[in-house]
């Protein structure tokens, strides 16, 4: 099968490329910068809000997987842009003759008051109502989130760091999930996928920064209104029909931060 993986060279389309890869599968990823994917791997550059690029991308693709990104927390912004383009993919995808759409979306998306969230929400909705046959993958934050949330609210030897409640997946086994999705064809909406146990993200990142040996001081930052208060709610964590994958966030950690 040949396989596309949008955002190919990101945090976790990387190991979805490289898990498909090892399968056996023809690989090819998709990046706006044209970045070399995973050995073995086939690299196109491409622009998913014009379109330029995808044509050549999508030639003799049987399954396109997207787990693009755009950085933002403006609900305006992100329901534009994942729902233009999801529907962009979707008809030149139908035009190239994909036959599955595969989305990685994000646990509790219609739970939690998010402007990002709202756009995941319509990208899924965007998929699933598009030409070609889809499946929906929501899975928990990353482990990597942790140290994202670090770098992004740095502020000298402080780090603000929202208290919220997670159950982090390795990046690497969402990728693998997401391959076997690929091999089972479209199924809409598949359970959801979560790491072992519940965590709080400030603890996750104390832990991280101790790792590092960063010295950095951790701070807890309650976010207000509705929105504090589902990411300290169970409405963010999975639900009981979700499948737990490991490791651990600590037994992770070595890896993250071996030299």
């Known amino acids: 099968m040949r396989v596309l ?15 498909l890869s090892q399968r056996g599968h023809q690989v090819a990823i998709l990046s706006r910068g044209g970045t070399a994917g995973p050995a073995g791997t086939e ?41 233009a383009t999801t529907t962009l993919l979707g008809r030149l995808a139908s035009e190239a003759g994909v036959k599955h759409h595969v989305v990685l979306s994000i646990v509790g998306v219609d739970k939690v008051p998010l402007g990002y969230y709202a756009g995941k929400l319509a990208q899924e909705q965007a998929a699933m109502h598009g030409p070609v046959p889809a499946t929906v993958l929501r899975a928990t934050q990353f482990h990597e989130f942790a140290g994202q949330t ?8 402080f780090a603000l760091v929202p208290q ?16 076997e999705v690929v091999e ?19 603890d996750l990142a104390r832990q991280l920064s101790r790792a590092r040996g960063d010295r950095r001081t951790v701070i807890p930052v ?3 209104g509705r ?11 999975p639900g009981p029909d979700a499948v737990l994958r490991g490791p651990t966030f600590a037994e992770w950690l ?3 931060t071996k030299p």
């Open 5 to 19: 993986v949008i955002g190919g060279s990101g945090v976790v389309g990387r190991p979805t490329a490289s898990a």
């Open 43 to 83: 690299s196109f550059q491409g622009d998913l809000t014009t379109g330029a690029g995808l044509d050549k991308a999508l030639a003799g693709v049987d399954c396109v997987v997207d787990c693009a990104n755009v950085a933002t927390m403006s609900r305006s912004t992100a329901v534009r842009w994942f729902s």
């Open 150 to 157: 670090m770098d992004q609210l740095r502020f000298g030897r």
């Open 164 to 179: 919220m409640m997670t159950q982090p997946v390795a990046a690497a086994e969402v990728g693998r999930a997401l391959a």
């Open 184 to 202: 089972d064809g479209p199924r809409g909406r598949v359970p959801d996928i979560a790491g072992p146990r519940p965590e709080r993200l400030p």
């Open 222 to 224: 309650r976010l207000p």
């Open 227 to 237: 929105t504090g208060r589902a990411i300290n709610s169970p409405a963010i964590l």
């Open 254 to 256: 070595p890896s993250a």
